[in-house]
């Protein structure tokens, strides 16, 4: 077991090892450089709090994923309408539902091998700053000891639900009517087909969210809604959808999650002198489905390439970390703002709309308006009917 010193210098400190840290941490030790990821969980990827849900296409961002660290391959979506009628998605290369316990851990150690230090039971609370730079962290690690490491440049991957952004001079607060609230039950007994997942639609069913059913193998399944904040908790939603489905009634509960995840609210400054957020933390959620992990991938190693320019250079101003702004909105920004259109209009929508446009689309354009393409087709089938006609302007 390796403690980290009060006096050891890092070039990049990295706060939460979740897939945007961990896989920032793996770049930055791939290039050469010292990079430490701080957790506060004793235990990473636990306890889970997403559906699970993975395109096989992540493997390009981060090798081959071992059989261990998903339960269920999938083939693609069936995304139901109110009435039943079902469009049957199929993605090119089908996707995972992982095991976050094991998926995280790999990550993780995908870091560690390849030079990257990752300490859990860590907790950050407090940042350092000198001149106007945050030059390093404080806390406490597991055995309760108070610690302080100092970095060139600092990262933090550490979830929507910390103030230490603030630090730093950085408002990452998020709008709570942009956070969909969510409570998802690990179920046992389940009868839906595993070979898909399935999203169920309808604003009376989960206003502005969905009910998503992903199956994990030998009848388990992740169960569960994300809904705007409202009267009613989540829980009430997901437990009469679950009474009313001949699949699910006489299924068991073996663990149960819930959490807050951002639908909007996409940042434009997420740099500071000597800090980048990055991750959920800054918002990086697909606004549509929730789906996190592609993003919070993606968002953690463009802020690793940020941080290395910034070390070749030996320039840690916010001048040249903002660089992280320009290229993540060039790589996923820009998509993220089109799908959180889409979100938009989908909430002002009834069940009779959603309906029409099971009707409508074909399977193939449901995947194309999650990844922000294809926005036309979507208007012209909201102005088939004319009280829609404003809606379908907003996406033009």
Same mark, same amino acid.
């Given at each position: 077991?390796?403690?980290?010193?009060?006096?050891?210098?890092?070039?990049?400190?990295?706060?939460?090892?979740?897939?945007?840290?961990?896989?920032?941490?793996?770049?930055?030790?791939?290039?050469?450089?010292?990079?430490?990821?701080?957790?506060?969980?004793?235990?990473?990827?636990?306890?889970?709090?997403? /559906? #699970?849900?993975? !395109?096989? =296409? %992540?493997?390009?961002? +981060?090798?081959?994923?071992?059989?261990?660290?998903?339960?269920? @391959?999938?083939?693609?979506?069936?995304?139901?309408?109110?009435?039943?009628?079902?469009?049957?998605?199929?993605?090119?290369?089908?996707?995972?539902?992982?095991?976050?316990?094991?998926?995280?851990?790999?990550?993780?150690?995908?870091?560690?091998?390849?030079?990257?230090?990752?300490?859990?039971?860590?907790?950050?609370?407090?940042?350092?700053?000198?001149?106007?730079?945050?030059?390093?962290?404080?806390?406490?690690?597991?055995? /309760? #000891?108070?610690? !302080?490491? =100092? %970095?060139?440049?600092? +990262?933090?991957?550490?979830?929507?639900?910390?103030?230490?952004? @603030?630090?730093?001079?950085?408002?990452?607060?998020?709008?709570?009517?942009?956070?969909?609230?969510?409570?998802?039950?690990?179920?046992?007994?389940?009868?839906?087909?595993?070979?898909?997942?399935?999203?169920?639609?309808?604003?009376?069913?989960?206003?502005?969210?969905?009910?998503?059913?992903?199956?994990?193998?030998?009848?388990?399944?992740?169960?569960?809604?994300?809904?705007?904040?409202?009267?009613?908790?989540?829980?009430?939603?997901?437990?009469?959808?679950?009474?009313?489905?001949?699949?699910?009634?006489?299924?068991?509960?073996?663990?149960?999650?819930?959490?807050?995840?951002?639908?909007?609210?996409?940042?434009?400054?997420?740099?500071?002198?000597?800090?980048?957020?990055?991750?959920?933390?800054?918002?990086?959620?697909?606004?549509?489905?929730?789906?996190?992990?592609?993003?919070?991938?993606?968002?953690?190693?463009?802020?690793?390439?940020?941080?290395?320019?910034?070390?070749?250079?030996?320039?840690?101003?916010?001048?040249?970390?903002?660089?992280?702004?320009?290229?993540?909105?060039?790589?996923?920004?820009?998509?993220?703002?089109?799908?959180?259109?889409?979100?938009?209009?989908?909430?002002?929508?009834?069940?009779?709309?959603?309906?029409?446009?099971?009707?409508?689309?074909?399977?193939?354009?449901?995947?194309?308006?999650?990844?922000?393409?294809?926005?036309?087709?979507?208007?012209?089938?909201?102005?088939?009917?004319?009280?829609?006609?404003?809606?379908?302007?907003?996406?033009?």
């Amino acid at each position: 077991m390796r403690l980290i010193k009060d006096d050891e210098m890092y070039d990049v400190i990295i706060i939460g090892a979740g897939p945007a840290g961990t896989c920032c941490a793996r770049k930055l030790a791939e290039a050469g450089y010292a990079a430490i990821a701080y957790e506060k969980r004793n235990e990473i990827g636990a306890p889970k709090r997403c /559906g #699970e849900g993975l !395109e096989k =296409k %992540a493997e390009k961002l +981060v090798g081959k994923i071992p059989a261990r660290c998903y339960a269920q @391959k999938v083939k693609g979506a069936r995304i139901y309408a109110p009435n039943g009628k079902y469009l049957e998605a199929v993605m090119e290369g089908g996707g995972y539902v992982l095991e976050r316990k094991v998926f995280d851990k790999w990550l993780a150690a995908q870091a560690a091998n390849a030079g990257a230090h990752v300490q859990s039971g860590t907790n950050v609370s407090k940042l350092i700053l000198e001149n106007g730079y945050v030059t390093g962290v404080k806390g406490t690690n597991f055995n /309760g #000891e108070a610690f !302080e490491s =100092k %970095a060139k440049i600092v +990262v933090f991957a550490g979830g929507s639900d910390s103030s230490l952004p @603030k630090q730093a001079g950085l408002n990452t607060t998020c709008n709570p009517n942009l956070i969909d609230t969510c409570v998802q039950y690990e179920m046992a007994g389940v009868k839906s087909n595993p070979n898909f997942i399935h999203i169920y639609m309808g604003n009376k069913l989960a206003p502005r969210g969905y009910v998503w059913i992903f199956p994990k193998g030998n009848k388990t399944a992740n169960v569960g809604v994300g809904v705007v904040p409202g009267k009613e908790r989540p829980m009430v939603y997901l437990n009469d959808f679950i009474n009313k489905s001949d699949e699910l009634r006489e299924a068991s509960i073996i663990e149960v999650n819930a959490g807050g995840v951002p639908v909007g609210g996409l940042l434009k400054d997420m740099a500071s002198n000597g800090f980048i957020v990055c991750g959920e933390a800054a918002h990086h959620v697909n606004p549509i489905h929730g789906g996190g992990i592609k993003e919070a991938i993606i968002s953690g190693q463009i802020a690793a390439e940020t941080a290395i320019k910034a070390l070749k250079a030996k320039d840690y101003s916010k001048r040249i970390l903002s660089e992280f702004n320009t290229k993540w909105w060039e790589v996923r920004g820009n998509h993220l703002s089109k799908v959180e259109k889409i979100r938009e209009i989908m909430e002002n929508l009834s069940d009779d709309d959603f309906n029409m446009l099971a009707d409508t689309f074909k399977p193939e354009d449901i995947v194309e308006f999650t990844r922000g393409v294809k926005l036309q087709v979507f208007a012209k089938a909201l102005m088939k009917n004319p009280k829609l006609v404003t809606l379908a302007r907003h996406l033009i």
